[in-house]
């Protein structure tokens, strides 16, 4: 059983950064396969980034294209944390940000319904 929660969005200009974290509780947190989603009202959960366990996958990371070259996902097993630094943010980034976690047998790491366990959200809002 994992639990998470995010933190650190908010308000910021287009061009700027910010940086997202949550924070696990649970064992084995280093066995889990992580993932952050963004989400408008009325639209499907996107992928944004995921991040396989340190061991097996050697913290295997991958990004939606159009994040690529501006976000970074990390974590740090030791704090349980997972990390996702957005920098040269665009508008079209606002959304509600979420922090996801599964077994690391994940089949799809792109695909929300893969993940078993989430946050609650964290909204970042980008103005022009």
């Known amino acids: 059983q994992v639990q998470l929660v995010e933190s650190g969005g908010g308000l910021v200009q287009a061009g700027g950064s910010l940086r997202l974290s949550c924070t696990a509780s649970g064992r084995s947190f280093s066995k889990y396969h992580m993932g952050w989603f963004r989400q408008l009202p009325g639209k499907e959960r996107e992928f944004v980034a995921s991040?396989?366990?340190?061991?097996?996958?050697?913290?295997?990371?991958d990004y939606a294209d159009s994040v690529k070259g501006r976000f970074t996902i990390s974590r740090d097993d030791a704090k349980k944390m997972v990390y996702l630094q957005m920098n040269s943010l665009k508008p079209e980034d606002t959304a509600v940000y979420y922090c996801?976690?599964?077994?690391?047998?994940?089949?799809?790491?792109?695909?929300?319904?893969?993940?078993?366990?989430w946050g609650q959200g964290t909204q970042v809002t980008v103005s022009s």
């Open positions: 996801a976690a599964d077994d690391p047998a994940i089949v799809d790491a792109m695909a929300p319904q893969s993940y078993e366990y």
């Open positions: 991040i396989g366990w340190s061991v097996g996958s050697g913290g295997a990371t």
